[in-house]
């Protein structure tokens, strides 16, 4: 046998030829990354079975050499890539923060919702009724700064060297007057409203006059009357009484009015007006009992009827 057919095995015996090694281009080692180093190769031991993943070559009969990368393109199945690793979420600061106030927001709105809801009053009384109240609180905020400033002013003349007489005389003198005013014993005149209590299934009650009468002191009632049809007149001061009359008639410290009643009171029109609208109140209790409650505003109201002094038993000045 010639020795292109037979290859010398070292022990006397030719080997038959086999299939030749794969061998990449140009003469090149294998590029399969699981072929074997040539040197390792022995060649009493047999070559290993390709891997199940490996495509499956029918190997040549005649001894050629055949391209595994080749026929793994044309009809073979690849291996597919491992998979990367699992993206990894990152919570940044800036959602933390979004987080945050969101939270904050939510808790805002809980807290005010709940604030509202637990005031019954408010949430009862209509939106004109809140701008009224508003405007009579604004009011009243006004007259007593201009009461601090008048008696600021007061005491720094008080205070003042030459002056000191004259302004404290002044001053003793608006006292009077307004004390006296306040106790019915001086008349008075001024902006104001009437009242006017008009009956009719039922008649005015005391109840309901004095319901009125403290309306009107809430709302800065300076000084009252209150006349009957008859046209008695009685002062209005902190220790008058009311009492209910036969026939619907009043007992006003201890003096008998018939109706219809009506009360000049001196005063803010517009607050005075406000208190006595207000839901549930005034108004509304006598149109309740089938009467009317007239209100007209006065520019000029007189409050002409007096009080007899009252005589101070026990109480004394501090000195």
């Known amino acids: 046998m010639s020795s292109d057919e037979h290859t010398e095995t070292g022990t006397g015996w030719p080997q038959p030829a086999g ?11 294998d590029p399969r990354p699981e ?4 040197d390792e190769l022995s060649p009493l031991v047999p070559e290993r079975s390709a891997p199940s993943v490996e495509p ?19 009809g073979g199945v690849e291996q597919p890539a491992a998979a990367g690793p ?10 933390v923060m979004i987080a945050a106030l969101l939270a ?23 939106q004109e009724d809140l701008v009224r109240i508003l405007y009579d609180l604004n009011s009243r905020e006004v007259r007593l ?18 002056q000191g ?12 007057d307004e004390l006296g005013i306040l106790a019915g014993t001086l008349p008075a005149t001024g902006p104001g409203l009437s009242v006017r209590f008009e009956s009719g299934e039922k008649s005015i009650s005391a109840s309901r006059v004095l319901d009125a009468v403290q309306e009107l002191r809430g709302a800065g009632a300076e000084a009252m009357q209150i006349s009957g049809g008859d046209r008695a007149t009685v002062r209005i001061i902190a220790s008058t009484f009311f009492l209910d009359g036969e026939g ?14 009506t009360i000049t009171v001196i005063g803010d029109p517009a607050t005075m007006r406000t208190a006595l609208n207000i839901p549930g109140g005034v108004v509304a209790s006598v149109t309740g009992d089938g009467g009317k409650l007239i209100v007209e505003d006065r520019e000029v109201a007189e409050v002409s009827a007096l009080h007899a002094p009252i005589k101070l038993e026990h109480a004394r000045p501090v000195s």
């Not at 299939?19 to 080692?29: D, I, L």
């Not at 072929?35 to 040539?38: E, I, L």
């Not at 007489?165 to 009077?176: D, H, V, Y």
Request: charged letters at 25%; zero cysteines.
């Open 19 to 29: 299939p030749g090694r794969p061998g990449g281009p140009a003469g090149e080692p």
């Open 35 to 38: 072929a074997p180093d040539p």
């Open 56 to 74: 499956s070559v029918r190997e040549p009969e005649d001894g050629a050499t055949v391209d595994l990368s080749r026929a793994a393109g044309a």
């Open 86 to 95: 699992a993206p990894r979420w990152r919570v940044s600061s800036a959602g």
């Open 104 to 126: 904050l927001l939510g808790f805002t709105l809980v807290v005010q919702f709940k604030t509202t809801s637990t005031d019954p009053t408010v949430a009862a009384t209509r």
């Open 145 to 162: 700064r201009q009461d601090i400033a008048t008696l600021e002013e007061s005491q720094r003349q008080l205070r003042s060297g030459q």
């Open 165 to 176: 007489r004259q302004a404290a005389l002044e001053e003793a003198t608006r006292r009077a």
């Open 248 to 261: 619907g008639a009043l007992v006003v410290d201890g003096r008998r009015l018939t109706g219809p009643f």
